[in-house]
């Protein structure tokens, strides 16, 4: 069974790590698309349309985490 790790790299050693783990094989780089499926990208889309025509509806990512939160205390 494979497991799938999500890294964060400092910016200035990311290249150099990426390039290392490719060279052993330890890793496979796949394309950001990969998995996102066709009704993804219309629901994306769709989204991305109605914030264009009510931009003030938009919150930040910080006051979105804190609400979500706030719901699950």
Do not use: C, F, G, H
Not at 22 to 49: H, T
């Amino acid at each position: 069974m494979l497991e799938y790790y999500r890294l964060r790299i400092k910016k200035e050693y990311a290249a150099s790590v990426i390039e290392d783990l490719q060279k052993m094989k330890a890793i496979e780089v796949i394309s950001e698309d990969a998995d996102v499926y066709e009704w993804q990208k219309k629901e994306v889309r769709k989204r991305v349309k109605e914030l264009k025509k009510q931009p003030d509806t938009a919150v930040t990512w910080q006051a979105a985490n804190k609400r979500i939160k706030a719901l699950t205390k």
